[in-house]
């Protein structure tokens, strides 16, 4: 295949030069250089953040790009919208299918270019023909006119790429389509990727899965921090180079504690499955055994959408789970609902601070008092005790640097860094037994991240068990006393990060496995 | 810091206070338009006020609203657009007149029995919506809505079946059986203010201390403000729409109170109607806070107790009503645009502060 596409001396698929893009406080994209020649699946490999999503909006005229120039089959384009970027043969398969359940096959990759006739009625006799040619030259087999509700996850997938076909796209970007599928699934999809290609289509195909990436595709190039670091092939690295270039190889030394960690085990997680939400999907968290002990830290490694989220929904006792024991101090939690679990000790660093961390409209000392409204000397009673609340946030505000003209600001004001150190001081307020920890620093500038690292280290040092989820390599090594790594809602490794390397995390994150003897 | 929160307040209140303005600028050229002068209708609208009874009457038809106002506005606390108070409301209408004749007790015992029956009914009525929400998924707004008619339906229906009195001799009108006098609530101002405007006070300082002092009204306002960041702290959202959907259909209850214990004493077709619909209006010229909910109820009750002297001048009283209307547009349209320059301002303000503290630093 890459012989072929080598002897072609037509103009690039794809060809994306000096690109930069940046958004209030953040750069998520400079000095971007990308060459997709046609006929060809070509991978986009990078870390969480590495900038991949964002690149791929810009080529699909989602967002325009501060800088540079994008050239689509030899011409020079400006996309404003995504309709144009269509018109133009791009295609974009989400991660998350955009599908009406309620609706079928047909009526799901018609909508929004529905074939009519002169007075306006829709021809699905034409859409079925069509529909059927491109369902004969990706090899899929269903009939198009069963509901999108009888459809497994592999299925759907292909309707989402028939619906991209259907519009005349020849350049197909796949936002990492691999991140709810089976192996056996994942196999259909890259024989159907081929076909595809065969038929003079071009694939451009966002993971951050290396076996897959390795197999299947044909050229590679690896994002990290915002650029493009390296074009290469499968034939010119392996897994392991490519682990390497994919996370950097300059790690930090894992700082020297000097406190023990201590013997009892405060959070303890055996056994655990938790179903996935998508209906037919595989487990969320498969057999998951965690304990963490007072004073240590213990990383959760792993590239995010692995269980990571899950896993914390359910030590709160937000979700459900199918079987397993999460217990506290000793005490097994089934029953306790979320609030309950909270007055034992635990609290909670969200994965997103604007989803579920804070109350941007609201001023910063109701921010402070979110979640701790049975704090004696907050509250009386049923009443807030409005005074020592606003009293305690200033405390919060000045403890953790939380830069701000006062507590009376709503909190959108403040920028990510600030308001991260916020909903870190709020969590640490209450002094827990336990915190669960997710991205701490994510998002936020270098200042506030080592402010952050500090307070956790101290915490820790009094004796807090801490559960670190992160995918920053720094943070992790730095900080824990073990790493786990998750991966595909399974524990795939524990390592010290004493020893730990990064093409060793990068092997495990990417689902990999080691086999020489360590 | 304190002058930020006045800010904030004196930021609301002007763009209320705009949005009353544009109104009667657009009012005006609807009144040139139709051919009327604006400067003597609303000198003969706005003259009125320094007459005694009509500001009786203000107060009188701002009660009702101010209860219903309230209903609409704990639910906004918390993201739920209840728009059934008409229909809850009219639900506790009968059923207390109902109830409320067919019992005998003595004088405050009965008022404080009636009042108890149409919180409940109201409350039951919109523990449906809530149920529906919670348990399926429907959104409030479509089943309040649906939940009206039905109310409507039914309440009509039972009337006229079951619970029509036999007229006394003179009376054209259909009434339930006339509540005893024990039951009645009495007048401030005979026939001109009804008593029930303390209750509608008391209402607004008891919504006042709920949602802004109290742990519950945190976390009310909480869920509605972040319902994801309400939940991973322990707050559960289902509880949280199922309490503020009893609370308001309770209020709603509340609401035909005026009409029926202070003024009718009797259920009749026509009782209340619309004040449920009316307090939407007004819960948002008042932007869901207590006191913007008075003075706003205060505005929309002289209004329309003073449109009736426009009549004398030959302009239509309907006027007061496009008013109202306009009010509402106005409200929603100048509240957004405000809210947004306001942000970046604040936002702009907080940038500022903190460099010249690096900079002294």
Redesign the interface.
């Known amino acids: 295949m890459s012989e072929n596409s080598e002897s072609h001396s037509g103009p690039l698929a794809v060809e994306l030069h000096g690109i930069s893009k940046s958004f209030p406080g953040v750069i998520a994209n400079y000095a971007i250089e990308l060459m997709v020649r046609p006929g060809t699946i070509h991978a986009i490999v990078g870390e969480n953040g590495a900038g991949k999503s964002t690149l791929m909006k810009t080529l699909y005229g989602m967002h325009q790009p501060d800088d540079g120039t994008i050239t689509v089959n030899g011409h020079a384009v400006q996309f404003k919208t995504p309709t144009e970027a269509i018109a133009a043969g791009i295609g974009m398969v989400h991660q998350h299918f955009m599908l009406a359940d309620n609706l079928t096959i047909i009526e799901n990759i018609i909508l929004g270019a529905e074939p009519t006739d002169n007075r306006g009625r829709i021809n699905f006799g034409v859409a079925r023909e069509r529909i059927e040619v491109l369902m004969a030259s990706l090899g899929a087999t269903f009939d198009p006119g069963t509901n999108v509700s009888e459809l497994g996850v592999g299925q759907r997938q292909r309707v989402e790429i028939l619906k991209v076909l259907y519009r005349g796209a020849k350049i197909l970007i796949l936002d990492e389509p691999t991140a709810v599928l089976v192996p056996q699934e994942v196999e259909e999809l890259f024989e159907t990727l081929k076909r595809l290609v065969l038929d003079g289509s071009t694939v451009i195909f966002i993971s951050h899965k290396l076996d897959e990436v390795l197999t299947y595709c044909d050229e590679i190039t690896v994002m990290r921090q915002g650029t493009t670091v390296a074009h290469t092939t499968p034939a010119q690295v392996d897994r392991r180079t490519l682990a390497q270039l994919m996370v950097g190889s300059d790690l930090p030394d894992p700082s020297g504690r000097e406190t023990e960690v201590g013997e009892d085990i405060r959070l303890q997680v055996l056994g655990l499955n938790v179903a996935s939400e998508i209906p037919g999907a595989k487990l969320a968290l498969q057999d998951i055994n965690i304990n963490v002990h007072s004073g240590e830290i213990v990383g959760i490694a792993g590239v995010e959408g692995n269980g990571q989220f899950e896993l914390c929904e359910a030590i709160?006792g937000?979700r459900p789970k199918l079987s397993g024991t999460i217990s506290v101090g000793g005490n097994e939690l089934s029953g306790s609902?979320?609030?309950?679990?909270?007055e034992m000790g635990l609290s909670?660093i969200?994965f997103d601070r604007h989803?579920?961390?804070?109350?941007?409209?609201?001023p910063l000392w109701?921010n402070t008092?979110?979640?701790r409204?049975e704090n004696a000397t907050l509250?009386a009673g049923?009443?807030?005790k409005?005074r020592s609340i606003e009293a305690d946030s200033r405390v919060i505000i000045e403890r953790f640097g939380v830069?701000?003209?006062?507590?009376?600001?709503?909190a959108?004001?403040?920028s990510g860094g600030n308001q991260q150190k916020l909903v870190v001081g709020r969590e640490m307020a209450s002094n827990p037994k336990i915190l669960l920890a997710a991205h701490p620093t994510r998002g936020v500038d270098v200042g506030a991240q080592s402010a952050i690292w500090d307070e956790l280290r101290i915490a820790r040092d009094r004796g807090l068990a801490v559960l670190l989820i992160s995918a920053d390599l720094e943070e992790l090594i730095g900080l824990s006393d073990r790493i786990l790594v998750m991966f595909d809602g399974h524990i795939t490794a524990e390592l010290d990060p004493n020893t730990a390397t990064p093409e060793m995390l990068g092997t495990y994150m990417t689902g990999g496995e080691i086999v020489t003897s360590l | 810091m304190k002058s930020q929160r006045l800010q904030r307040v004196l930021v609301t209140s002007a763009s209320s206070l705009l949005a009353v303005f544009v109104a009667l600028c657009i009012c005006a050229v609807i009144l040139l338009i139709t051919g009327k002068d604006p400067i003597q209708a609303y000198s003969t609208l706005f003259g009125a006020a320094g007459d005694i009874k009509v500001l009786q009457g203000t107060l009188n038809r701002a009660t009702p609203l101010m209860i219903s106002a309230a209903a609409v506005a704990i639910g906004f606390k918390m993201n739920l657009f209840n728009i059934g108070v008409e229909g809850q409301m009219r639900v506790a209408l009968l059923a207390t007149a109902v109830a409320g004749a067919a019992i005998d007790l003595p004088a405050p015992l009965h008022i404080l029995f009636s009042l108890v029956v149409a919180m409940a009914t109201g409350a039951i009525w919109a523990a449906f919506a809530g149920w529906l929400k919670v348990k399926r998924g429907v959104n409030e707004v479509i089943s309040t809505i649906m939940l009206n008619f039905v109310a409507l339906s039914l309440v009509a229906w039972a009337f006229k079946s079951f619970f029509t009195a036999d007229n006394a001799p003179g009376v054209l009108l259909a009434k339930t059986k006339e509540l005893p006098p024990s039951a009645w609530f009495p007048d401030i101002v005979e026939r001109r203010l009804n008593g029930m405007f303390f209750i509608a006070i008391l209402v607004l300082v008891l919504f006042y201390v709920l949602v802004w002092k109290t742990k519950f009204g945190f976390q009310l306002r909480a869920s509605g403000a972040n319902p994801g960041a309400a939940r991973v702290t322990g707050v559960n959202p289902k509880r949280m729409v199922m309490i503020s959907m009893l609370m308001s259909g309770a209020l709603a209850g509340l609401v035909g109170m005026r009409a029926l214990l202070g003024d009718v004493h009797a259920y009749q077709n026509n009782l209340a109607e619309q004040q449920g619909f009316n307090g939407i209006a007004v819960a948002l010229l008042g932007r869901n806070h207590p006191l913007g909910i008075f003075i706003s109820a205060l505005l929309f009750g002289y209004l329309g107790e003073a449109s009736g002297r426009l009549q004398l001048e030959d302009i239509p009283k309907e006027i007061t009503t496009i008013m109202t209307g306009i009010i509402v547009l106005a409200v929603v349209i100048i509240n957004e645009a405000v809210k947004r320059w306001d942000d970046k301002r604040i936002q702009h303000k907080a940038a500022l502060a903190l460099a010249t503290r690096v900079v002294a630093e």
Do not use: K
């Open positions: 709160l937000l609902d979320t609030r309950t679990r909270r909670y969200a989803r579920e961390g804070l109350l941007l409209d609201s109701e008092f979110l979640g409204e509250t049923p009443f807030m409005n830069l701000t003209p006062s507590e009376q600001v709503p959108f004001a403040l």
